[in-house]
């Protein structure tokens, strides 16, 4: 959903683009001011698709800039708006991979980073694929990164966006968000990878947008997109962002499987009927979604970030802001993410920070 993915253009416009998310402008960004042991949310003025990854003591972060992939490192997540970034890739002015760069995700696979990330040639309706690159240095913001090379669905030359991985039962998969051919339905699919670059053997669909709260905005298409994984206990957990990213009831649904099963078997997933992450205008969050997750520095907590915008109706632009939030575990091992917390409000750092 990711998704930043994704300027600001009026909402009458976004709500007819049917599906196409919108590249935000990039803003300039004023660090929130951290008081002692606290920060306020949101992170950044605008950062739509937040993704986080750890390795060595630092955090890794991206989101969607419109223009760009662009890193950020830094050893606190509090801290995040004075980080170091790098642009690590700028697009071509024309051709497969110039446009509507959306949900950027770094990870750590076999020895080497790899960014996941949405393209197309501009039209976003029909044109958008997966592409990775990939980089050996130990440090992601340093060495040399390849082009991007896309990540192929086998026998599936489909609208495809949101990539991230799922490592179960000593192998890897991909899920991401795709289309079926014909429709213009945003639903949640699953691939085994032969290699941290490339798919093997068919697709299998593991959710697609059949309640009324996944299924908001106007002459758009309906939405199960920005899947995550997080996993607790004896279980296994996509986190998904459901409905347009135009409606502000934009939010965040969940599937849970055994950490045993094998997660082609959609059978073996169960989708929980309400929404887990929904808005909050009290504390100014419309359209919740589009998440990563991340422990605290010394481990003891689990964090949850995201997007959101400030007010209502202002859909799927640069206007999108992240924040990060704790959540806790229930008795069954299922999340427990609350509701978004205030912004412009000291709240405690991550542990360990």
């Not at 300027?7 to 960004?29: D, M, N, Q, R, S």
């Not at 045993?260 to 909050?280: L, Q």
């Not at 202002?314 to 802001?321: D, F, L, P, T």
Request: proline residues 10%.
């Amino acid at each position: 959903m990711t998704s930043y993915r994704h300027i600001y253009l009026a909402t009458a416009l976004v709500l007819g683009l049917l599906g196409c998310k919108k590249e935000p402008t990039p803003v300039t960004v004023t660090p929130p001011t951290s008081i002692s042991n606290t920060f306020v949310n949101p992170l950044l003025n605008s950062g739509a698709d937040p993704w986080v990854t750890q390795k060595d003591g630092f955090y890794y972060y991206m989101h969607t800039t419109g223009s760009n992939l662009t890193l950020w490192k830094t050893a606190k997540m509090s801290e995040l708006g004075s980080a170091v970034s790098k642009v690590i890739w700028t697009p071509p002015s024309s051709g497969p991979t110039s446009r509507d760069i959306w949900a950027p995700e770094l990870h750590f696979l076999d020895g080497k980073w790899y960014v996941y990330f949405t393209a197309g040639p501009g039209n976003c309706c029909g044109g958008q694929r997966l592409w990775v690159m990939e980089n050996a240095a130990p440090d992601p913001t340093a060495g040399t990164w390849s082009s991007p090379t896309q990540v192929v669905v086998p026998g599936q030359d489909l609208w495809a966006i949101d990539a991230t991985i799922l490592e179960q039962n000593g192998n890897r998969y991909m899920l991401w968000s795709g289309q079926e051919v014909g429709s213009d339905q945003q639903n949640l699919y699953i691939g085994r990878m032969a290699s941290p670059t490339a798919l093997t053997g068919p697709r299998v669909q593991l959710s697609r947008p059949q309640f009324a709260w996944e299924q908001f905005g106007i002459n758009t298409p309906f939405v199960n997109e920005g899947p995550q994984v997080v996993k607790h206990g004896s279980k296994t957990f996509i986190v998904y962002s459901a409905s347009h990213c135009s409606s502000d009831e934009y939010a965040l649904g969940l599937l849970a499987a055994s950490s045993t099963a094998d997660p082609m078997n959609a059978a073996a997933w169960t989708k929980t009927p309400t929404p887990v992450f929904t808005k909050d205008p009290a504390d100014r969050a419309f359209g919740p979604g589009h998440n990563a997750f991340f422990t605290s520095k010394d481990g003891k907590e689990d964090w949850i970030i995201y997007h959101a915008n400030l007010a209502p109706n202002q859909g799927c632009g640069g206007a999108r802001n992240p924040r990060m939030q704790k959540f806790e575990w229930n008795p069954d091992d299922t999340p427990n993410f609350s509701t978004p917390v205030p912004t412009g409000t000291p709240l405690p750092r991550p542990s360990g920070e």
